[in-house]
């Protein structure tokens, strides 16, 4: 891990800061990628590691492009990929759902996460090796009430890791995904556009997830001999027994 280029997007917050956080305590340089400049630029002060930071919504094409070329040439040699970037918008049923909430889930989750990969994998496969870890969910592996279009971009994350899999297996790059049940971060906030107390519910007795914990998952999928790949990860809480069975604590 010492001195590999890691690039996380997403990188702001919840999982993805937590996965900059532990990578570099391992001596990982970070090029940071999230939408809010002024924040990435505090957070990488806390770091004692070289950065580089680019802001752009992985959901514009052009700026995922224009971000990843702007970058120093040393930097371009991207050894790692976390494609971390995308949110759940909304829990409603398909016949009352907010098509809004819909864009932005198939645009950052499925379509952000494909324009980053196209954009990183250049100089992986020109250098024959690298990593990409795709942070998809248990929502990309069983659908869930309400959770059509979100459990739809989670699957596309699934079937295009697989895809990718395939297609970058003649250049010896490992590409695996994570999958987490439910982990306590600003994500049902997000989902609830910002009602707090009904997020906080999501969460109750649950035990769930941290986002350290699953930063240390990525961790163990990074770090594992070069010749072994994890390919397909699922991590959920004790409490947690799939996307329906949750043993709360009263
Ligand atoms: C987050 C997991 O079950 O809250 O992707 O949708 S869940």
Redesign the pocket.
């Known amino acids: 891990m010492k001195d590999k280029i890691v690039c996380i997007t997403g990188a702001s917050s919840g999982i993805g800061w937590a996965t900059a956080k532990v990578l570099s305590e391992l001596g990982a340089q970070l090029i940071l990628c999230g939408r809010r400049t002024k924040k990435l630029e505090q957070l990488s002060d806390l770091l004692k590691v070289n950065c580089q930071l680019l802001s752009f919504d992985v959901r514009d094409r052009k700026a995922v492009f224009a971000a990843f070329e702007s970058l120093p040439e040393d930097w371009k040699k991207i050894d790692i990929l976390i494609n971390n970037a995308g949110n759940?918008h909304g829990l409603d049923p398909v016949q009352t759902a907010n098509i809004d909430d819909w864009d932005s889930m198939i645009d950052g989750n499925v379509k952000g996460l494909m324009y980053v990969t196209k954009a990183v994998i250049p100089h992986m496969i020109k250098s024959k090796k690298g990593h990409i870890i795709n942070l998809g969910?248990?929502?990309g592996k069983e659908v869930?009430p309400n959770?059509s279009v979100?459990c739809s971009s989670?699957f596309a994350v699934d079937a295009f890791t697989s895809g990718l899999r395939i297609d970058l297996n003649p250049f010896g790059i490992r590409v695996g995904a994570i999958h987490?049940?439910?982990?306590q971060t600003e994500?049902s906030e997000i989902r609830f556009k910002g009602d707090q107390k009904r997020a906080s519910k999501v969460y109750e007795g649950a035990e769930a997830l941290t986002a350290e914990d699953v930063a240390d998952a990525i961790s163990y999928m990074l770090n594992v001999p070069e010749k072994v790949n994890v390919a397909d990860l699922v991590l959920l809480p004790t409490r947690q027994a799939n996307?329906y069975v949750l043993n709360r604590k009263e």
């Open positions: 759940a969910s248990i929502a869930y959770g979100y989670k987490p049940g439910l982990v994500f996307a």
